[in-house]
């Protein structure tokens, strides 16, 4: 038998591992400020990226070394949000129509599977936190982590929605330069990481 606390266990690391701002949010955000669905269809391209980083991590556990290709993750990572960034910062000053077209969702859902399979942060809590709760926990955490993603999203999208409704302009821009902060500073963060692994294998080269 499944316990409450168990339950609650894993529709709170849903929560928590999609409530922290960083570069899925700033993506959501952006897409929510004209249509929730579209934010909501972002969040569900992320959800498959975790699920398909849990997958490979159950496979992949105690039998592949990925230590190897962490520095090829951490200069796609980096260079992918500061990107996006600096996409973002071209439409600040642009009128935004609303966003409800099926090909847009469409687009949102690979954007946000793209940039979760790519997200050196995201691929980390899987190969550490996410090992480690398998270990001891098993699979049946995760059978609500994305019951509890989901219930985040569909009560954080209408939030941004209509915020931007009632706030408008000050919104939209506000949520842009946060957005774009958010996807600089992670953007820079991995690109640094992979700038001091570099640094190390050349020290201990010498």
């Known amino acids: 038998m499944i316990s409450p606390i168990l339950i609650l266990f894993g529709a709170s690391l849903g929560i928590s591992m999609a409530a922290p701002p960083g570069p899925i949010t700033a993506m959501i955000i952006q897409k929510s400020k004209t249509s929730s669905r579209s934010g909501f269809v972002v969040g569900l391209g992320a959800m498959t990226a975790d699920f398909s980083l849990m997958l490979m991590v159950i496979i992949l556990r105690n039998t592949v070394n990925l230590h190897p290709f962490y520095n090829l993750l951490y200069f796609v990572g980096g260079a992918y949000f500061i990107f996006l960034g600096i ?91 946060f957005s774009t902060i958010i996807l600089f500073s992670f953007g820079f963060y991995f690109l640094l990481l992979l700038t001091q692994n570099l640094n190390l294998i050349n020290v201990m080269q010498l």
Request: hydrophobic share 45%.
């Open 87 to 177: 996409s973002i910062i071209k439409k600040i000053n642009k009128p935004i129509e609303p966003d409800l077209s099926e090909d847009t969702s469409k687009n949102g859902y690979f954007l946000g599977l793209f940039a979760g399979i790519i997200n050196p942060m995201q691929i980390g809590w899987w190969l550490t936190a996410g090992i480690s709760i398998l270990n001891a926990q098993g699979i049946v955490p995760f059978v609500f982590f994305y019951p509890g993603i989901a219930l985040y999203l569909l009560v954080f999208t209408p939030l941004i929605y209509k915020s931007y409704g009632k706030w408008g302009e000050s919104f939209e821009k506000g949520a842009s330069v």
